[in-house]
């Protein structure tokens, strides 16, 4: 099996510790063998995959233990089961004139495949890929939405963060009947919403304009629509930090990083602590909680390099 890079870590204690700066992935190198994806030998990282693909969303499926990506480059959906190589998962519909644009990746309760096109206001789409047959785009959606954040509700729904261009931005509901969606603004207001998370009743999303990170009920939202001035402020960041896709702990811990190379977590509270720094860009993040690890995806530093999934470990 081919090897892969790993970086070695210090141990930790407490809380304050457990925080595992990782700055610059300096530090020195061993190789190890790659493990399997969720089993008892999983790897915890920190080791760093390399992807010839454009990285964007990332997804975790607990149930099946595999690591789901969107690879803009080649219009797909890749999949990672454990090992070196991220296989295609399935071929998207064709990717319009604008481009494939692909966003945040996530599953339904039937185990369909979601993926999100931002669509630069003329395609913006919603892909499904269904566990058995073809792909396609969920009809009924606006395709002047530009469309990057969706996450899975609860009860079986989507969540899907928007904007529009020299207009505002919202977080919508689509409720899917066989290949037609219904779109139901819950949330409006945002500049750019990007990320997108729900722990239970909480919705958490992320604006990269104004670099707030706010929280909901989603009971709420859905008995009436509310606006950003009605959500609980967590945190705030900086333009620099450029806050991108996000992901989720049960407990409410939110993980994200963005465009400023730095990789973030936000407890419920409004405590953040950066987990590494000096990276090149942060898209996506996926949170396996079984393992206690999360999954980063990196975009290629330059054109000589490749993208990365890197594998970070959540004490």
């Given at each position: 099996?081919?090897?892969?890079?790993?970086?070695?870590?210090?141990?930790?204690?407490?809380?304050?510790?457990?925080?595992?700066?990782?700055?610059?992935?300096?530090?020195?190198?061993?190789?190890?063998?790659?493990?399997?994806?969720?089993?008892?030998?999983?790897?915890?990282?920190?080791?760093?995959?390399?992807?010839?693909?454009?990285?964007?969303?990332?997804?975790?499926?607990?149930?099946?233990?595999?690591?789901?990506?969107?690879?803009?480059?080649?219009?797909?959906?890749?999949?990672?089961?454990?090992g070196t190589q991220f296989a295609q998962?399935?071929?998207?519909?064709?990717?319009?004139?604008?481009?494939?644009?692909?966003?945040?990746?996530?599953?339904?309760?039937?185990?369909?495949?979601?993926?999100?096109?931002?669509?630069?206001?003329?395609?913006?789409?919603?892909?499904?890929?269904?566990?058995?047959?073809?792909?396609?785009?969920?009809t009924g959606t606006d395709s002047l939405?530009?469309?990057?954040?969706?996450?899975?509700?609860?009860?079986?729904?989507?969540?899907?963060?928007?904007?529009?261009?020299?207009?505002?931005?919202?977080?919508?509901?689509?409720?899917?009947?066989?290949?037609?969606?219904?779109?139901?603004?819950?949330?409006?207001?945002?500049?750019?919403?990007?990320?997108?998370?729900?722990?239970?009743?909480?919705?958490?999303?992320?604006?990269?304009?104004?670099?707030?990170?706010?929280?909901?009920?989603?009971?709420?939202?859905?008995?009436?629509?509310?606006?950003?001035?009605?959500?609980?402020?967590?945190?705030?960041?900086?333009?620099?930090?450029?806050?991108?896709?996000?992901?989720?702990?049960?407990?409410?811990?939110?993980?994200?990083?963005?465009?400023?190379?730095?990789?973030?977590?936000?407890?419920?509270?409004?405590?953040?602590?950066?987990?590494?720094?000096?990276?090149?860009?942060?898209?996506?993040?996926?949170?396996?909680?079984?393992?206690?690890?999360?999954?980063?995806?990196?975009?290629?530093?330059?054109?000589?390099?490749?993208?990365?999934?890197?594998?970070?470990?959540?004490?």
């Open positions: 099996m081919p090897a892969i890079t790993t970086f070695l870590r210090r141990p930790s204690r407490g809380f304050g510790m457990r925080r595992m700066l990782l700055v610059g992935l300096a530090g020195a190198a061993v190789t190890l063998s790659a493990c399997g994806g969720g089993g008892s030998d999983a790897d915890r990282g920190p080791t760093t995959l390399s992807v010839s693909a454009d990285l964007n969303g990332l997804y975790w499926d607990k149930s099946e233990s595999r690591l789901f990506v969107s690879d803009e480059k080649a219009n797909t959906i890749r999949v990672w089961e454990g998962y399935a071929a998207l519909p064709t990717a319009p004139a604008s481009g494939s644009t692909l966003g945040q990746v996530t599953r339904g309760k039937d185990g369909t495949v979601y993926v999100t096109r931002f669509g630069f206001g003329t395609d913006g789409a919603v892909a499904a890929v269904p566990k058995s047959g073809t792909a396609y785009n969920l939405r530009r469309r990057i954040g969706i996450t899975p509700t609860p009860d079986g729904s989507l969540l899907d963060g928007w904007f529009i261009k020299g207009g505002a931005g919202a977080v919508s509901e689509l409720k899917i009947s066989g290949t037609a969606a219904t779109e139901t603004e819950l949330i409006t207001g945002f500049g750019k919403p990007v990320g997108l998370a729900v722990v239970g009743d909480a919705v958490y999303v992320s604006d990269q304009t104004s670099g707030q990170v706010l929280s909901f009920s989603l009971a709420k939202l859905r008995v009436a629509p509310a606006t950003v001035a009605d959500g609980k402020l967590i945190a705030t960041f900086t333009a620099a930090d450029g806050i991108d896709l996000m992901t989720a702990a049960s407990d409410g811990n939110l993980f994200f990083g963005g465009s400023g190379g730095k990789l973030f977590r936000v407890s419920p509270k409004g405590e953040t602590s950066v987990l590494a720094s000096g990276w090149p860009k942060i898209r996506g993040v996926a949170y396996d909680e079984k393992n206690r690890r999360l999954f980063v995806g990196v975009v290629a530093a330059d054109a000589a390099s490749q993208s990365s999934v890197r594998i970070v470990p959540i004490d």
